[in-house]
């Protein structure tokens, strides 16, 4: 079954919205977790990464007031991204390192967003 | 597969027969690989990994090869079904930093 749950699974809504994206891990507890994003037919690109309890981490050339991370516990965290316009449309999936575990990460299965 | 531009790189197997992606990775300070099955509109599938200390790993029906030498990394599929048909990324870590994915091979089955 799926350790990390992400919702919602798609989101269509108006340019100029905001659009929060929320992900959980189950049954362990997630200190650090990841966002990327993918555009269609690339490649899964790291946006930022959660800090339980403390600022994310964002990649070069990422706005982190645009996406905003909120890591307020240690089985959630959630992205939202900012007044979305249609180049914000993407594919956006979450991630948990578990060292209890025998995969490195485990993946949400993505939340597609698309702005109109 | 190489990839070329924006476009992933196909691979089309006829049903039970073997197949082989390919990925060449960047750093050489890379100390682990994975290999990952994504299949539309879902998250990375773990499939197996492997660390640099060894060149071979095998699975259920998978085997990755890496070549530290060249910096490249395989994956092998034996008796590909069309439940395989997915796109297959490998990721390098290096050390505690993020996984950092390659761009993708795209393998249609064709039973």
């Known amino acids: 079954g799926a350790v990390v749950s992400q919702h919602p699974s798609r989101v269509i809504c108006k340019s100029g919205t905001s659009v929060k994206i929320e992900c959980r891990s189950l049954d362990f507890q997630a200190t650090t977790m990841f966002w990327y994003r993918q555009f269609p037919k690339q490649s899964l690109m790291l946006m930022a990464t959660?800090?339980?309890?403390?600022?994310?981490?964002?990649e070069q050339g990422v706005e982190k007031d645009k996406f905003l991370i909120n890591h307020a516990s240690l089985t959630l965290s959630t992205l939202t991204v900012t007044s979305a316009h249609p180049e914000d449309s993407s594919f956006y999936i979450c991630?948990?390192?578990?060292?209890?575990?025998?995969?490195?990460?485990?993946f949400g299965d993505g939340t597609r967003l698309s702005i109109l | 597969g190489e990839s070329v531009g924006l476009h992933l790189p196909t691979l089309s197997v006829q049903e039970g027969d073997n197949s082989i992606i390919n990925c060449a990775y960047s750093?050489?300070?890379?100390?682990?690989f994975i290999w990952y099955k994504q299949e539309s509109g879902k998250g990375p599938q773990f499939i197996i990994d492997i660390r640099s200390n060894m060149d071979k790993r095998q699975g259920q029906r998978v085997t990755v090869l890496l070549n530290k030498t060249v910096k490249h990394l395989s994956l092998q599929i034996a008796a590909t079904q069309p439940g395989d048909s997915a796109v297959y990324f490998c990721a390098e870590e290096r050390g505690n930093t993020p996984l950092v994915f390659g761009k993708g091979t795209r393998l249609s089955v064709i039973a």
């Open positions: 750093n050489s300070a890379s100390d682990y």
């Open positions: 959660s800090n339980e309890g403390s600022k994310a981490t964002y």
């Open positions: 991630s948990a390192p578990d060292r209890g575990s025998n995969q490195p990460q485990h």
